[in-house]
């Protein structure tokens, strides 16, 4: 969970840095990147709800802790960046960078409270005699078979630096490696106009320039 949340971070902060620096010509395709990102997180929330927190006898337990991180805290603000984002794809002359930032400053906090939190409560399962990496790995194919493989899930592969923590999770997500290659060089390039503004390059690694802040952009 923790690597997924790193992932959504760094959407968050390639879309933040890069909001106020677009050229008009590549608004749409900006803000496709950004409901592709709003997508994604959407559907790992309702990964969790179906896989991590399943009709059991410890649902009690696990909905107590959720409860407690404050989830709805930033649905409002992801519902008025999802509208921010259709209103600039229908007309994208309206696009506003300084309003979309501060759609992202106005739920930021309780945002990063939740996703820097959470694993940590779900840790403190490990009392109950909790599985964890079962079901974080059913967790994990729940969501990957959720996604659009050309239009949400290029998301997990432009922001997941493989050489995080010197490459102890370069087999993350646990998928055959041409299975992997062909999502992130095939479905990947269908859109490439759009994960050109990830923080993560083809090859899984950090980016040393985010798209639109290139000196030569």
Not at 29 to 35: G, I, S, T
């Amino acid at each position: 969970m923790a690597l997924v949340h790193n992932i959504i971070i760094r959407g968050w902060n390639s879309m933040f840095l890069q909001a106020r620096k677009l050229k008009n010509a590549d608004v749409p395709d900006f803000l496709n990147y950004c409901q592709a990102w709003y997508w994604f997180v959407v559907g790992h929330h309702d990964s969790e709800e179906a896989v991590l927190f399943p009709a059991s006898r410890r649902q009690r337990v696990l909905r107590v802790l959720w409860m407690r991180m404050s989830k709805t805290a930033f649905h409002h603000g992801l519902a008025e960046m999802k509208s921010y984002i259709e209103t600039g794809l229908a007309t994208p002359s309206k696009y506003d960078g300084d309003e979309f930032v501060k759609i992202f400053d106005s739920f930021a906090e309780a945002f990063h409270s939740h996703l820097t939190n959470e694993p940590l409560k779900l840790v403190s399962l490990a009392s109950y005699n909790f599985d964890m990496e079962t079901t974080r790995d059913a967790t994990t194919q729940h969501a990957l078979q959720r996604y659009s493989t050309t239009d949400v899930l290029p998301i997990l592969w432009y922001n997941l630096d493989t050489k995080y923590e010197g490459g102890i999770w370069e087999d993350f997500p646990p998928l055959p490696a041409p299975v992997k290659w062909g999502m992130v060089n095939v479905m990947g390039w269908w859109r490439s106009n759009w994960w050109c503004f990830s923080s993560c390059s083809s090859s899984l690694v950090e980016r040393e320039e985010l798209y639109c802040l290139r000196k030569e952009y």
